[in-house]
């Protein structure tokens, strides 16, 4: 049988929101396309009314408040100033999913729920994307999902879009499908490729091009052979595109 929150709370500011949340048993809800899914055993803080929802572009770093939703996020990329990174996260989120959800989902809840085949993290981890957390601290999105430990209230992720390109490759048994594996590449102008992908680990992470090495256990979609030999490929189409 569903459960019910036990009680509802609707804050007016981060500091208030961040009081409740230190208690136990309690969630942020932002577009609700996680929470709304699952049996909900505790309270539940509203983060509407927190005023998470501006974009500001600020020499060449894409400030996103928590609560922007992918639909508007996407929307706003297209006015965005031509750096090669607004089409490489417009195709990310377009992957997220469909229409339905990207007009719920928010890129805060997007990274708080540390979705192992986003390829939209793995979008925002070649962009080295910060985030901004409701102390003012900011951690590396890198950091944020290879340490469980670190928890908190997300007020904004920080993207650095420098002038560069981008490529995007994946190996899924339908167009529709979540990726088997997935790999990501950014080359900034007169800087290191950065290379991400979905697949090879329990979530979505930095890949080292010439030695990609596979954490993921395997399941009925591809063991740890058959993905670690796709991204290879992908790596080395990726690389082919750089050049």
């Not at 992918?70 to 469909?98: E, K, N, Q, S, V």
């Amino acid at each position: 049988m569903s459960r019910q929150p036990s009680a509802y709370h609707r804050p007016q500011s981060v500091d208030e929101a961040m009081g409740l949340l230190e208690k136990t048993a309690v969630y942020s809800l932002g577009g609700g396309t996680k929470l709304l899914a699952d049996d909900v055993q505790g309270e539940v803080v509203d983060l509407q009314d927190l005023n998470l929802d501006a974009i500001e572009w600020t020499d060449g770093v894409l400030t996103v408040g928590a609560m922007v939703t992918l639909t508007d996020f996407a929307a706003r990329l297209a006015d965005a100033p031509t750096t090669g990174a607004a089409p490489l996260l417009a195709d990310a989120i377009h992957r997220a999913g469909a229409n339905t959800y990207r007009n719920a989902a928010t890129i805060g809840g997007s990274i708080a729920s540390r979705l192992p085949d986003s390829e939209l993290l793995a979008a925002l981890l070649v962009l080295d994307a910060t985030l901004v957390m409701g102390d003012g601290a900011e951690v590396a999105l890198a950091e944020y999902l290879a340490d469980d430990t670190i928890m908190g209230l997300i007020t904004a992720v920080r993207i650095q879009c420098t002038t560069g390109h981008g490529k995007a490759d994946r190996v899924a048994r339908t167009p529709a499908d979540y990726p088997i594996v997935s790999v990501i590449m950014w080359q900034p102008a007169g800087g290191e490729m950065r290379i991400a992908g979905t697949g090879m680990n329990a979530r979505p992470a930095l890949l080292n091009a010439d030695n990609p090495v596979c954490t993921h256990p395997g399941d009925f979609r591809g063991n740890a052979a058959y993905r670690a030999k796709m991204t290879a490929v992908l790596i080395k189409r990726a690389a082919a595109a750089a050049a």
